[in-house]
């Protein structure tokens, strides 16, 4: 099944709707996971300072080459001086992202849209097929392993049944807002496949730590160290 085969499909779904109160529009993302770099405060200039104030080295000295500095930084794990700056992205990403990355706190401050004071967008997460999501023989909880979906009508499956739910939550979410109910209260019913958008920021060294956990594999094109 190609990706133009499963939008059609995903959008003779959408068409089954009944009344005109259940019409709203429903995005079914393809893993459609959104990271824009917003603003930083100070930048390898002030990592290369810091470095240079623990050694003792006076501006009127011969200064070492930036970049230079900072790949020895980096590559033998000196991993202070990187601690010294800041990075604000926003990312658009499922519910159920969010609960892992939230997990990285130190050196992390976010601020995340509140379902509380708005209506959240109908916009979902669907799986893309090259994503790993079937066990692998042997498959451990505490060492998890997968590869992706070869079979068609598994995937097709897997769709369905996830645009089914997605589409009965939003609709009762749309409801319990219809009602008068309390948003806080009235999106409890939704899944933690619907996308949310937060404003992250970080140092340099709390994003290579965070990233050094996604990007150990052999093959990695930017691993992370300090």
């Known amino acids: 099944m190609t990706k133009d ?5 995903l959008k003779k779904i959408e068409d089954e709707r009944k ?33 240079k104030f623990g050694f003792y080295v006076s501006s009127s000295e011969e200064e070492t080459e930036g970049r230079g500095l900072i790949r020895y930084l980096m590559k033998h794990r000196h991993g202070t001086p990187f601690e010294h700056n800041l990075m604000t992205f926003f990312v658009r990403a499922p519910i ?13 401050s976010y601020n995340e849209e509140s379902g509380r004071y ?5 916009e979902f997460y669907i799986p893309s097929r090259s994503r ?21 009508e598994k995937y097709r499956r897997l769709c369905t049944n996830l645009i089914d739910s997605y589409k009965a939550a939003y609709l009762a979410y749309e409801d319990n807002l219809s009602m008068g109910f ?7 019913c939704l899944p933690v496949g619907i996308y949310s958008s937060c404003w992250v920021t970080c140092n340099a060294r709390s994003l290579m730590a965070f990233l050094s956990l996604r990007t150990h594999e052999p093959d990695s094109a930017y691993p992370s160290y300090p």
């Open 132 to 152: 790993p999501m079937m066990k692998v023989e042997g498959w451990k909880p505490g060492k998890p392993k997968f590869t992706p979906c070869e079979d068609d």
């Open 118 to 122: 708005k209506q959240l967008e109908p």
């Open 19 to 51: 009344t005109k109160r259940n019409e709203a529009f429903i995005n079914y993302a393809l893993a459609n996971n959104k990271v824009e770099y917003g603003d930083v405060v100070s930048d390898g200039s002030t990592t290369i300072k810091v470095e």
């Open 96 to 108: 159920c992202v969010w609960r892992e990355w939230h997990r990285h706190r130190v050196g992390f």
């Open 182 to 188: 309390d948003p806080g209260l009235a999106r409890d």
């Open 5 to 9: 085969d499963l939008r059609n499909e």
